[in-house]
C-alpha cells in the first residue's frame, strides 16, 4: 500500500511510519519540522517539508494514496493558549486541507489524531465517546472541530474518515527539550539536571498515560479493521489512570509545587470498550514498564 503520514517526524509520527516500513509499505511522510525531528525520520520513508496548510503544495502527494494519516499538529495546549490564531491557522485550516486532498484523491480511508483532550472536565469517569464534549482550551476545540469535519466529509463526500482520541501517549522519543514538553519528558530532563520536578496544583490531577507500541497498534488496526464506516470517534488510551504525584513517585527526586496551570484537565481515564470492540485491541504495557523504557531510552540519549 501507499500510505501518507502527515507529521511523520513526530513523537507518535515517526513510530508509526517506522511500524508501516516494517509491514512493508510505501510511505510518505509530510511534516515542516516544527516540533518533528529530522531525524525521527525512517530513511526508507520519502520526506517532504512542507505546511500541511499549504494545500497546493501538499496536493500532488496525496495521487495514487491509498491511506492516510493525519498526525500533523501543534499539540501544545499552553501554545494553543498563548496563539489561537496561528494554532487554528494549523490545527483546522491544515486539518481540512488534509481532508481536502485525500477526498479529492479518492483515498481509502484516513486515520485522524484527535486528543482526549476534548472531553474536558465530566462529572463521570471513565470517559466514553457518546459524553458531551468540554473543550477548556484552544487545542481541545480545534481537534473537536477536526472530529466534526471528519464526521461531515465522511458523510458528504463518501471518504471514511475516523477520529482517534489519544490520551496522553509516552515511549521513546518523546520531547524532552521544552517547557511545552510533556510531564514525563519534563520530569525525566529535570530529574537528569539535578532540578525539583515542577508539579502544577497538589498533584492529584490524573492522567490516562498509554504506551507508544499499543497506541501504534490501534492506530495501524482503524486502518485494517473491517467494522469501521467513517465518522467514528474512538478512544485509544490504556483504561488505567494515575496521578502526576505518583509519576513523581516512580522518577524519583525532589518536588516542587506549582501554581494549577491554566487550561489544564483534572482527570482523564479512557473507557475503551469501543476500540476492543471494533478492533481487538488491547493494551499491552503497563506503566511501570513504559516508565522503565523511556527511562532507558533517555539513559541512551544523554550519554549520546
Ligand atoms: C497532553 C498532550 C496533548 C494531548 C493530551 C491528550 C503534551 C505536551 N500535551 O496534554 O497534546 O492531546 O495530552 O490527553 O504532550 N504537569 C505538571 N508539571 C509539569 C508538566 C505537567 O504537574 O511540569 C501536569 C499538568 O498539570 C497536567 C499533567 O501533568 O495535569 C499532564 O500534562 P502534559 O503532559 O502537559 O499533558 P496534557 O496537558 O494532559
Redesign the pocket.
Known amino acids: 500500500m501507499r500510505i501518507l503520514v502527515t507529521g511523520g517526524a513526530g ?1 507518535i509520527g515517526s513510530h508509526l511510519v517506522d511500524r508501516l516500513i516494517k509491514e512493508n509499505h510505501k510511505v510518505i511522510v509530510i511534516d515542516n519540522l516544527t516540533t518533528g525531528k529530522e531525524e525521527n525520520i525512517n530513511p526508507q520513508a520519502e520526506f517532504h517539508n512542507l505546511d500541511i496548510y499549504d494545500f497546493e503544495k501538499i496536493k500532488p502527494l496525496f495521487e495514487k494514496i491509498d491511506f492516510v494519516f493525519h498526525l500533523a ?1 501543534i ?4 501554545i494553543s493558549i498563548k496563539d489561537p490564531v496561528e494554532t487554528s491557522k494549523v490545527n483546522i485550516l491544515g486539518t481540512i486541507n488534509v481532508f481536502k486532498a485525500a477526498i479529492e484523491a479518492k483515498v481509502k480511508r484516513v486515520i485522524f489524531a ?4 476534548v472531553y474536558g472536565n465530566q462529572e463521570k469517569l471513565p470517559l466514553k465517546e457518546n459524553m458531551r464534549p468540554n473543550p477548556v482550551n484552544p ?2 476545540l480545534q ?1 473537536l472541530v477536526g472530529e466534526q469535519f471528519a464526521k461531515l466529509f465522511t458523510k458528504l463526500y463518501g471518504i471514511p474518515i475516523i477520529s482517534l ?6 515511549g521513546p522519543r ?2 524532552i527539550n521544552s ?9 525525566l530532563k ?1 530529574k537528569a539536571e539535578g532540578k525539583p ?5 497538589n ?1 492529584e ?4 498515560f498509554c504506551y507508544i507500541d499499543d497506541v501504534v497498534d490501534a492506530t495501524i488496526k482503524a486502518m485494517k479493521s473491517k467494522k469501521l464506516k467513517g465518522g467514528e470517534v474512538i478512544n485509544i ?1 490504556s483504561g488505567k489512570s494515575y496521578s ?1 504525584n505518583y ?2 513517585d516512580l522518577i524519583g527526586g525532589k518536588r516542587k509545587y ?1 501554581a ?2 491554566e ?4 482527570h ?1 481515564q479512557a473507557d475503551i470498550t469501543l476500540a476492543k470492540k471494533l478492533f481487538t485491541w488491547q493494551p499491552k504495557v503497563s506503566f511501570e514498564e513504559g516508565l522503565r523504557r523511556v527511562k532507558e531510552w533517555f539513559k541512551k540519549k544523554i550519554q549520546n
Open positions: 513523537f499538529a499539540s501544545q495546549i499552553l484527535s486528543s482526549s483532550s487545542y481541545a481537534k482520541r489519544y490520551f496522553n501517549v509516552y518523546i520531547n517547557d511545552y514538553s510533556s510531564v514525563i519528558g519534563k520530569f529535570q520536578l515542577t508539579i502544577f496544583g498533584g490531577q490524573t492522567r490516562d488510551g502526576i509519576l513523581a506549582l494549577p496551570r487550561g489544564d484537565v483534572k482523564t
